[in-house]
Nanobody
Framework: QVPLVESGGGLVQAGGSLRLSCVFSGHTLSMYTMGWFRQAPGKEREFVAAIDWSGTLSSYADSVKGRFTISRDTLRNMVYLEMNTLKPEDTAVFYC???????????????WGQGTQVTVSS
């Protein structure tokens, strides 16, 4: 069983919004930094956002600052990515991931979900 499962992807028009969800099964969310990454066709996987163990610290890629918001619900073992003012260049498969390290460390993610497709039309 895959411990991380993403959902909420879909097709939206530019300027629209989506909220992605990720369930971390069988683990305590407060023990991990949770992150979102994305990978567009022909491109390398890139960091999008992360939230720390306490849920008080977050980090964002420059390309999404002011548009995306990461949050978590520890009681439900869920993490969310609210995406607003979506652009065609946001089109990618989005992945949820867990790391035992802090939000400033982007190399510590060792548990990954299967991904959810986000497509933004112009």
């Amino acid at each position: 069983q895959v411990p991380l499962v993403e959902s909420g992807g879909g097709l939206v028009q530019a300027g629209g919004s989506l909220r992605l969800s990720c369930v971390f099964s069988g683990h305590t969310l407060s023990m991990y930094t949770m992150g979102w990454f994305r990978q567009a066709p022909g491109k390398e996987r890139e960091f999008v956002a992360a939230i720390d163990w306490s849920g008080t610290l977050s980090s964002y890629a420059d390309s999404v600052k002011g548009r995306f918001t990461i949050s978590r619900d520890t009681l439900r073992n869920m993490v969310y990515l609210e995406m607003n003012t979506l652009k065609p260049e946001d089109t990618a498969v989005f992945y949820c991931a867990a790391s035992p390290r802090g939000v400033s460390d982007r190399d510590g993610y060792d548990t990954w979900g299967q991904g959810t497709q986000v497509t933004v039309s112009s």
